[in-house]
């Protein structure tokens, strides 16, 4: 065999009533409810999969004679500008598979090769995307919801991701939770610029890969290629403008695999840590030592199961987060950066997925093994098995937690199973169970949901859920329903969320209870195609809240329109009308505190971003606006530039201007990235941020050294600096610490 390195209660039946009546609205009314379409899935692009003896070297080169064996795809279709029409270079593509590994070969044609974007070599930069690139999608369980999605650029760069659930929510490169980024899978990429273009030589091994256990096999698959200088946009199998290649439905199909052999499929990487760290409180400093071993597991229990363990877990090479200034009454949401709980981390999601309004998250991964504060909690260890079994998608999770801060450690048991059913629908279920180790405390969260997508365009959704804590006996439910129809010229959806007052997920994200929401939303999306135009997008929406007494506490009238140019610039103007109730006192900052009462406040709002994938780019925003009993002044100001292929520098500043009856005071926030990457596998970033509503500068650089596939070694240093005391001065350090970890995969 071949070796691959690897890498409750009235309230209870009142919000169901309202759930119910709802539902019913949505689907006897609506005149976008039509019949159960017809299958989506395109028929029309077939490929059949090429089984070879021996896999191509990989030198970045096409001229190795078992390519010529591979069926080839020449034909691409334009998305963007010009939808239909082919595309404007040439593209030839060949896919062949020796069992073990899945080859692609690319040949991207130019006819102005000097012209190349290409400045990004660092792995699993979102900058990947903004330039030339080419894009692999892998439906392997041709369930037309879920994917392995693989990007590559001339210079070599890899990015890649896990898909589910079609990437909702995550339209025109928003952040989605149905889009894990930050997934790492073992695969390989040799690209070079050649005079005609750029070619690139992937290799994909099945062990980084789930299917079925069926023979022979079929796939979907999807290719799209990016041209940047263009803005251009083409596909093998045609995706129309609303959607992107996360689009798997419309994916096409790779044929008649057969004799698929991922091998034993065991992968133990341990790892060790050392290094040292300087903590300074209240004028005393601590100085200490680390070192630690631990391992983490991963079994492949059949071809669609995966078995993780992970022991004495450690997360030094995660990135710290982005810091944001807080000026509303709730909490802020971060993204979850660390390994372990970034694989099939979509098998677990039930909630609300717009970024833009994220009502309720029932199962959020920093509740496991962080602080509210986002200090590190130890993990000792942690049992993950994921994956599907037929039409079945099943997730289970233990991870237990050390006891720290004077505080019981914490077992934390996560329960997911869904169905599929139809073509692109599915019902599902969620059991949640955190439990103190030395305690009695309990928070217990139960959830049933479903997804109808009835249409090609057309998509309910929805949970209704409950939550069981001591001493709260009613109360307890939530429930949440959406219908959203999308086409390429309209986006309309209108959602309603009823979160009951003692609705308590405590391994989940709520930033607000106690209400009921309901929002609807309309967007058109004309392409007038003059004046470099691409693309309008005139939306209006209102948000409208309200207690558990139907007392009016929130609304909020949105008016905007979104303008994308041909160059790939974008302009957004918009307007907000607020009303907010408070009920008590809302302190905004310290020594600032607004009085309860009714407000009524508007906001502008006008931004604009230059073409990202340009050697120089920036983004300006101003947005001046009535708050509460005052005024407010944002302002950002963006910089960066692509200075060589390897080397690239970020500068943000942003300002926030308060004046309010009970005082004023300024927000300064300042960020500056650095990153450099002497090849695809050696690469340093650095972050240095200040707040100023929190005195406190903090500075992050971490290099990381993948020496083969799957084994890395990071470098990381972190530090921050704080002294309320000496505002002008240069801050003294508050802490400090230089870790380094170091792991090898060793598979079979």
Do not use: C
């Not at 898909?163 to 073992?186: H, I, L, Q, T, Y």
């Not at 240095?688 to 990071?714: E, F, H, K, M, V």
């Amino acid at each position: 065999m071949k070796s691959f390195p690897t890498r409750s209660s009235v309230k209870g039946l009142h919000l169901q009533f309202r759930l119910r009546h709802l539902w019913l609205l949505l689907t006897t009314v609506s005149p976008l409810n039509p019949p159960l379409a017809a299958q989506e899935t395109s028929t029309s692009y077939n490929i059949g999969a090429v089984l070879v003896d021996e896999g191509p070297t990989l030198d970045g080169s096409l001229e190795d004679v078992v390519w010529q064996r591979g069926t080839l795809i020449d034909v691409f279709i334009q998305q963007e500008p010009d939808e239909g029409s082919p595309s404007t270079e040439r593209t030839e593509v060949r896919i062949l598979h020796d069992g073990e590994t899945l080859y692609l070969g690319v040949f991207a044609f130019d006819s102005e090769p000097e012209a190349l974007t290409a400045t990004e070599m660092r792995r699993d930069s979102e900058r990947i995307l903004q330039e030339d690139n080419f894009q692999i999608i892998l439906d392997t369980f041709r369930d037309s919801r879920s994917g392995y999605m693989f990007v590559t650029n001339p210079l070599g760069a890899m990015l890649d991701q896990q898909v589910a659930n079609e990437g909702e929510g995550g339209r025109f490169g928003r952040a989605s939770s149905n889009v894990n980024r930050d997934w790492d899978g073992v695969w390989e990429v040799v690209a070079k610029k050649v005079p005609e273009g750029w070619i690139a030589e992937i290799a994909i091994p099945m062990i980084t890969l789930r299917f079925p256990e069926s023979e022979p096999q079929s796939w979907g698959i999807n290719l799209m290629r990016n041209i940047g200088r263009k803005n251009e946009q083409a596909f093998w199998s045609p995706i129309p403008k609303p959607y992107s290649i996360t689009r798997v439905s419309l994916a096409g199909t790779l044929d008649n695999l057969s004799s698929l052999n991922r091998g034993r499929d065991l992968r133990i990487t341990p790892f060790v840590t050392g290094g040292a760290s300087r903590i300074r409180s209240a004028g005393v400093t601590d100085d200490a030592l680390q070192r630690d071993i631990g391992m983490d597991l991963k079994y492949g229990v059949s071809a669609s199961l995966n078995l993780d363990v992970t022991i004495n877990t450690d997360f030094a090479q995660a990135e710290v987060d982005d810091e944001q200034v807080n000026l509303t009454r709730f909490a802020l949401f971060y993204p979850e950066k660390r390994d372990f709980f970034l694989e099939n981390a979509g098998q677990f999601n039930v909630g609300s997925v717009s970024s833009f309004n994220r009502l309720a998250d029932l199962f959020f991964t920093r509740r496991i093994g962080l602080s509210d504060t986002g200090e590190t909690v130890p993990i000792i260890g942690g049992v993950r098995l994921t994956g599907k079994l037929g039409r079945n998608d099943i997730a289970l999770m233990d991870v237990q937690t050390n006891g720290v801060f004077e505080e019981s450690g914490e077992n934390f048991l996560v329960a997911r199973y869904s169905r599929n059913i139809l073509t692109r629908s599915k019902v599902g279920a969620l059991f949640i169970n955190k439990a103190q180790t030395n305690g009695t405390h309990y928070n217990r969260t139960y959830a049933v949901d479903m997804t109808l997508a009835s249409h090609a365009n057309f998509t309910v959704t929805g949970f209704l859920a409950k939550t069981e804590t001591p001493s709260i006996s009613t109360g307890d439910m939530a429930g949440y329903l959406n219908a959203t129809w999308l086409s390429q010229s309209w986006r309309i959806y209108g959602e309603f969320g009823d979160l009951q007052d003692n609705f308590n997920p405590e391994v989940g994200f709520l930033p607000r209870r106690g209400i009921r929401t309901t929002k609807l939303h309309v967007e058109w999306n004309p392409r007038p195609d003059r004046w470099g135009i691409r693309m309008l997008s005139p939306m209006y929406d209102i948000m409208y809240t309200t207690d558990q007494q139907n007392r009016l506490v929130s609304r909020r009238y949105h008016f905007m329109n979104g303008t994308v140019f041909d160059n790939g610039a974008y302009l957004n103007i918009f307007y907000n009308r607020n009303y907010e109730r408070l009920d008590e006192p809302f302190i905004v900052r310290k020594g600032v505190t607004i009085v309860p009462g009714a407000y009524r406040y508007g906001q502008l709002r006008l931004s604009f971003n230059s073409n990202q994938a340009r050697r120089v780019y920036y983004n300006l925003m101003l947005a001046p606006q009535t708050f509460f009993d005052g005024t407010r002044v944002d302002m950002n100001a963006t910089l960066g530039a692509r200075v060589t292929n390897q080397f690239s520098a970020q500068a943000s500043y942003t300002r926030n201007d308060i004046d309010l009856s009970a005082g004023e005071f300024k927000v300064h926030l300042a960020a500056f990235r650095v990153d450099y990457a002497l090849s695809p596998t050696l690469t340093l970033r650095t972050l240095t941020q200040y707040n100023s509503l929190s005195d406190q500068w903090g500075t992050s650089a971490r290099l990381r050294y993948t020496y083969r596939p799957g084994s890395d070694i990071y470098v990381v240093y972190d530090e921050v600096r704080r002294d309320p005391t000496d505002p002008t001065g240069l801050l003294e350090f508050r802490d400090r610490r230089l870790m380094l970890k170091a792991s090898y995969l060793l598979s079979r």
